[in-house]
C-alpha cells in the first residue's frame, strides 16, 4: 500500500495486491507492425531501404462470411510525405529474413470528412508467408467498452512499434512501449 499527499485533494491511497501483479503482453501482439521504407538502391538485400516510419495491420470482416479485408494503417502526415516517393511495406517472413508487403493499390486514403485525423490506411493481401497478425476491429476500444469496463484516464496501455534508427539486419525487431490514458477528449482539440 502506499499513502501519498495528492494537491488539494488531501490524501489519497493506492492499493496493490500483496504481489505486484505482472503484466506479460504476448508475443504474437508484437506481430502487428511493419516498417514503411524507402527504396534506396537496386541491391537485392533489405538493407536497400531506408525506413521512414511504422505502423500496424488491421482486418475488418468482408461481406463475404468468413473471409476479411486487410489494411496498412499509419500517420497521415508520413504518408503524405512519402507520396510519390519509392516506398515499400517491410515486414518478417515466417521461414525468417524480411520481405516486402504485397499492397493492393499504391495509394494512400485519408479520413473522408475530416481533414484534421491524422490517419491513412491503404489494403494489403495477407500472405501464408508473412509473419504478421492483422488486429481485427472488434478489438478496438469504442465508449461503449470504456463504459462497460470501467476504462478512464489513468489506464496503462501498451503499444507495439519499431524503432527507424535499429530496424534489424535479417528480421524486423518490435518494441514496445507503455503509458498511461492521460485524456479523453469529449471535443475536438487543435493541436
Known amino acids: 500500500m502506499v499513502n501519498f499527499k495528492c494537491g488539494m485533494i488531501g ?7 500483496q504481489r505486484w501483479p505482472y503484466v506479460r503482453v504476448p508475443n504474437s501482439f508484437l506481430k502487428c507492425v511493419g516498417f514503411i521504407a524507402e527504396y ?15 505502423g500496424f495491420f488491421v482486418s475488418y ?17 508520413v504518408a503524405s510525405k512519402l507520396v510519390d516517393r519509392p516506398i515499400e511495406i517491410i515486414v518478417n517472413k515466417k521461414d525468417g529474413g524480411v520481405t516486402a508487403l504485397p499492397v493492393v493499390v499504391p495509394q494512400w486514403f485519408f479520413h473522408p470528412t475530416d ?3 491524422d490517419i491513412a490506411i491503404t489494403p494489403f493481401n495477407l500472405t501464408p508467408d ?8 472488434d478489438a478496438f476500444l469504442t465508449k461503449e467498452k ?9 489506464d496503462e496501455v501498451f503499444i507495439p512499434g519499431l524503432f527507424t534508427y535499429a530496424p534489424g539486419v535479417s528480421r524486423n525487431m518490435p518494441i514496445l512501449r507503455h503509458g498511461i ?3 479523453i477528449p469529449e471535443e475536438q482539440i487543435q493541436i
Request: hydrophobic residues 35%; positive net charge; proline residues 6%.
Open 40 to 54: 534506396v538502391s537496386a541491391d537485392s538485400k533489405f538493407d536497400d531501404y531506408d525506413p521512414q516510419a511504422t
Open 61 to 77: 470482416p468482408s461481406f463475404r462470411r468468413g473471409h476479411s479485408f486487410h489494411c496498412f494503417v499509419t500517420a497521415k502526415h
Open 115 to 117: 481533414p484534421t485525423v
Open 130 to 137: 508473412l509473419d504478421i497478425i492483422s488486429v481485427s476491429i
Open 146 to 154: 470504456m463504459t462497460r469496463n470501467n476504462i478512464g484516464i489513468g
Open 181 to 183: 490514458i492521460s485524456m
Open 11 to 17: 490524501r489519497v491511497r493506492v492499493e496493490w495486491p
